[in-house]
């Protein structure tokens, strides 16, 4: 009974990888449609992200059912209780990932991106993907350094979220104002996908330690610059 009871809790594991590869692709795959005003491609985003969805649902079946028939204490109570948050942050990433997509069908056959944005948001996909994939190895290894540097890498993210805003606030915009909201929401999507892997990484954080990971980011000094550099 213990070992099929710690079947299920890996199983629970390996759905939540395989949740964060998906949304990791799709995040990819939706960033090409709205550059390329790909419409076979933002479709096929948005209708794979039902696949998520059940994943979700079939997680929370599973870890319900483990917390009524095995009343897990401890560690055990824990990775149950995180993995359910763990799989709705993925499921949102999926969400945004979809809203990127339907931006760029709305647009069909008209692109949404400016020509002079494109290179921002190309890498603003680019880094979302890496960061969930990221997320997906923290799952795996439990690697709580790992885990700790998302929310270091995520500040690239907010940086190119700025870069938007400030060619938005620039005089010399000139692609009108739905084209601004398309831009402003994008930026937002992308911005909020991060943080999700973010989160992510923190809930394995708290999975293998016990302790938030805002606390233990606090006890981490700057590293010392070289000197001379």
Do not use: C, N
């Amino acid at each position: 009974m213990r070992d099929a009871y710690h079947e299920e809790l890996d199983s629970i594991g390996d759905g939540l990888v395989e949740m964060a590869r998906l949304v990791g692709s799709a995040i990819g795959r939706a960033t090409t449609a709205i550059l390329d005003s790909d419409l076979k491609l933002a479709e096929a985003v948005i209708e794979a992200d039902q696949k998520v969805d059940d994943l979700q649902h079939e997680l929370e079946a599973r870890a319900i059912t483990l917390l009524a028939r095995q009343q897990p204490v401890a560690t055990d109570l824990r990775i149950v209780v995180t993995s359910l948050r763990m799989s709705a942050d993925l499921e949102r990433s999926g969400d945004l990932a979809q809203h990127v997509a339907k931006l760029a069908r709305l647009r069909y056959p008209e692109r949404a991106v400016p020509h002079d944005l494109h290179a921002t948001i190309l890498e603003m996909g680019q880094l979302a993907q890496r960061l969930m994939a990221k997320a997906a190895e923290v799952i795996i290894t439990k690697d709580v350094d790992l885990a700790l540097q998302l929310e270091q890498d995520d500040d690239a993210m907010d940086l190119l979220h700025r870069t938007l805003f400030q060619h938005l606030m620039d005089d010399r915009w000139k692609h009108g104002i739905e084209t601004a909201v398309d831009v402003t929401l994008l930026g937002r999507y992308y911005e909020r996908y991060a943080d999700h892997a973010v989160a992510v990484a923190k809930r394995v954080v708290y999975l293998v330690t016990g302790e938030h990971a805002d606390d233990r980011q606090s006890d981490i000094q700057p590293a010392t610059q070289v000197e001379g550099a």
